[in-house]
Nanobody, 122 residues
């Protein structure tokens, strides 16, 4: 059974940093891609970033390019999202998800974590 557990959310001031973690279990990371999505109140869910576990290829939404970095640790079966220069508009619930890379890019992965709240406010 695939399980994804996010951690690392919290309250941070504008310009600050947070690192989110997504611990995966129940499958072998090598065969999948893992991504981060977010949803702010009253807004549609949007893809933030994803990483191909096999070759490490990464993808980013334009809104986070240059500020966020996704990485993986295949030994720990964990994916990280380093978020720097945070802005109030980054405030959202962040979800980890996994499936094939095509499913992630299409915004329809089959497996989701429970989400972690990120709030950027002074």
């Amino acid at each position: 059974q695939v399980q994804l557990v996010e951690s690392g959310g919290g309250l941070v001031q504008p310009g600050g940093s947070l690192r989110l973690s997504c611990a995966a279990s129940g499958f072998t990371l090598d065969n999948y891609a893992i991504g981060w999505f977010r949803q702010a109140p009253g807004k549609e869910r949007e893809g933030v970033s994803c990483i191909s576990i096999s070759d490490g290829g990464t993808y980013y939404a334009d809104s986070v390019k240059g500020r966020f970095t996704i990485s993986r640790d295949n030994v720990k079966n964990t994916v990280y999202l380093q978020m720097n220069s945070l802005k109030p508009e980054d405030t959202a619930v962040y979800y980890c998800a996994t499936d094939t890379l095509d499913a992630l890019v299409a915004g329809s992965p089959g497996y989701w974590g429970q989400g972690t709240q990120v709030t950027v406010s002074s």
